[in-house]
């Protein structure tokens, strides 16, 4: 069942409706206010609505690169696991 969980990012203070766990959605909350913050230090003064946008192509790129990553990993394991099959086939 959803429940209502008081966070804030950027002094603003929103309710979020999640089945997660409530350290959880507070800590999703923190990694968004972390890198809105991040995007205030390195640009001129803009609107909070920039300042998301910005930080949201940020998440967006760390999560792509992430995702290509563990793509990359997940294809060299098949191939690890399919040339350990092999030789255990051939040695038994």
Do not use: C, W
Not at 9 to 20: L, P, Y
Not at 36 to 54: F, I, Y
Request: hydrophobic share 40%; charged share 30%.
């Amino acid at each position: 069942m959803k429940k209502a969980i008081d966070v804030e990012i950027m002094g603003e203070k929103f309710t979020v409706r999640s089945d997660a766990e409530e350290s959880y959605v507070r800590k999703v909350a923190g990694y968004v206010d972390g890198k809105m913050h991040e995007v205030m230090k390195t640009t001129r003064p803009v609107a909070k609505s920039s300042v998301a946008m910005m930080a949201a192509l940020n998440i967006a790129d760390e999560y792509q690169r992430l995702q290509e990553s563990y793509e990359a990993i997940m294809q060299r394991l098949n191939h690890l696991s399919k040339r350990l099959s092999t030789t255990l086939t051939e040695e038994g």
